[in-house]
């Protein structure tokens, strides 16, 4: 019996398991869930799953912990693979949703082999820089930036925690990440180098690909889009002023039009509100009739607005990955994307040679390379949007499969 999000590719090659999920979505049924995932991400399921309910989830909800949120949300997973175990003892433990604390109580506890698939550190060596240079950002706030004091005592703090993480991380018999950023940050804090692969999270690259590649007919109207959940760190108004700017230099009057579109997916009423902050920008900056909020939409309008799009837009500083990225890509848009994580080291890069894409970092660069982007040549952008194309089979559903059955072998020996 295997355990955990992502032991449905064993299902395919070891015809022998029965997979079980650990969810805390009480108000779904199994198969509510199994159409939910088939809706928004266009997954389908070959073989039936088996669907253990928690009830203690809420545990590890940031919201319980106003401070000290990390140790907060890491401990109480630890009580909620507590539950978990006492419902369900698997053979084979699979954590793929960033709860580390809970691989030493499955390995110790439960008897299990243990894997996990890290997308994001829950600490990195960028956080502790951010803190020890007294940076001001989402997860770091102005009135701890402006002590000394308290900058020394976060500082403390996450070296504390960055040592815990490590310990347990460490546990792990086979460690999985998704990208040479997140990979560099996992051998710095788990020094677990002798079982930690690469494994490129799975991108539904071929849906996007069947959409016609085409050059750009003339048209009054240009569209920018970005993919990413109303999450801080996705950095919208970043998007917004960039936006903002880039029509402020444009002359009055002049065509074609440009919009900017907003698409992603709101999880909870913090979320809901990020967004009504986000359309108050918009009207700060005169910009509300040019930018367009879509928000959990369905996968066909998504592909639409995607094949409509001449820019894909990205701002997340150090993100991980970026499926949203790559997806913008495979689906025949300029991507601009910031320059770091994920987008930097794996997926903006040359592609035999050839351009894939653009990097920015602040509003300033965002606007100008935006302006630089519509200023070229339909053929130009033609030629970019066939390079990025090419680039993202490395990317693929059946690729991810692959390799992840290739690193998760040693669980099954």
Not at 89 to 118: E, H, N, Q, W
Request: with cysteine; aromatic share 12%.
């Amino acid at each position: 019996m295997v355990a955990g999000g992502l032991c449905l590719c064993g299902l395919l090659r070891y015809r022998n398991v029965t997979c079980v999920v650990y969810t805390g979505d009480r108000d779904a049924t199994g198969e509510e869930i199994v159409e939910g995932a088939f809706r928004r991400f266009n997954i389908k399921l070959i073989h039936p799953v088996k669907f253990v309910f928690l009830e203690k989830r809420f545990l590890v909800e940031a919201s319980l912990y106003p401070h000290f949120t990390l140790l907060g949300q890491s401990l109480g997973s630890v009580f909620l693979g507590w539950e978990a175990l006492l419902k369900c003892v698997p053979d084979i433990y699979i954590d793929s949703m960033g709860y580390a604390f809970t691989i030493p109580l499955f390995k110790y506890l439960g008897g299990c082999r243990v894997g996990c698939y890290v997308h994001y550190p829950t600490i990195s060596t960028d956080m502790l820089s951010v803190v020890r240079n007294q940076d001001t950002r989402f997860n770091n706030a102005a009135f701890i930036t402006s002590s000394p004091l308290f900058s020394k005592f976060k500082l403390v703090y996450y070296y504390f925690f960055a040592f815990m993480y490590g310990l347990v991380g460490s546990c792990s018999d086979v460690v999985m990440v998704n990208s040479s950023w997140t990979l560099n940050h996992i051998l710095s804090l788990w020094r677990a180098g002798a079982c930690t692969s690469i494994v490129y999270p799975p991108c539904d690259v071929q849906t996007f690909l069947d959409i016609p590649l085409e050059m750009e007919r003339s048209t009054s109207e240009y569209s920018i889009v970005s993919v990413s959940q109303f999450r801080p760190e996705k950095d919208h108004p970043l998007q917004i002023r960039a936006f903002a700017k880039l029509l402020k230099e444009k002359r009055v009057g002049q065509e074609p039009s440009l919009k900017l579109i907003l698409i992603g997916g709101c999880r909870n009423q913090q979320d809901e509100e990020r967004v009504n902050n986000l359309k108050c920008l918009c009207e700060e900056l005169g910009v509300s009739d040019d930018v367009i909020f879509r928000i959990n939409i369905p996968f066909e309008e998504l592909k639409r607005h995607l094949a409509e799009a001449t820019i894909g837009l990205h701002t997340m500083w150090n993100e991980h990955f970026g499926i949203g990225v790559v997806e913008c890509m495979a689906a025949g848009t300029v991507i601009l994307a910031h320059n770091s994580g994920g987008p930097k080291l794996d997926i903006v890069v040359p592609h035999e040679g050839y351009v894939t894409g653009f990097l920015a970092e602040d509003e300033d660069s965002y606007a100008e390379t935006m302006a630089y982007i519509f200023s070229l040549s339909p053929e130009k952008r033609l030629e970019i949007r066939k390079n990025a194309r090419r680039s993202v089979h490395r990317f693929s559903d059946q690729h991810f499969e692959d390799t992840f059955l290739l690193s998760v072998e040693p669980l099954f020996k």
